[in-house]
């Protein structure tokens, strides 16, 4: 599966990585990449959860860029 992963630095120089169609799934790491590897696991176990409680895939959330 695939996911849209957004990923910002914060204020402390840390990068947080947010998953838009998975409602709460976040990680973070001292670098990007490290963000990033870690949001996979993130992803994972929040996927084994839902399967583990037989609850639905929250539907994907679809994306548009817009020019000003």
């Given at each position: 599966m695939r996911y849209?992963?957004?990923i910002?630095?914060?204020e402390d120089g840390s990068f947080v990585a947010e998953v838009p169609s998975l409602p709460?799934?976040?990680?973070?790491?001292e670098t990007r990449s490290e963000a990033l590897a870690n949001v996979r696991e993130a992803i994972a176990a929040y996927l084994e959860s839902i399967e583990a409680h037989g609850e639905a895939l929250?539907?994907?959330?679809t994306e548009e860029?817009?020019?000003v």
């Open positions: 849209r992963v957004l910002e630095q914060d709460g799934c976040l990680s973070q790491g929250p539907p994907p959330i860029i817009v020019e």
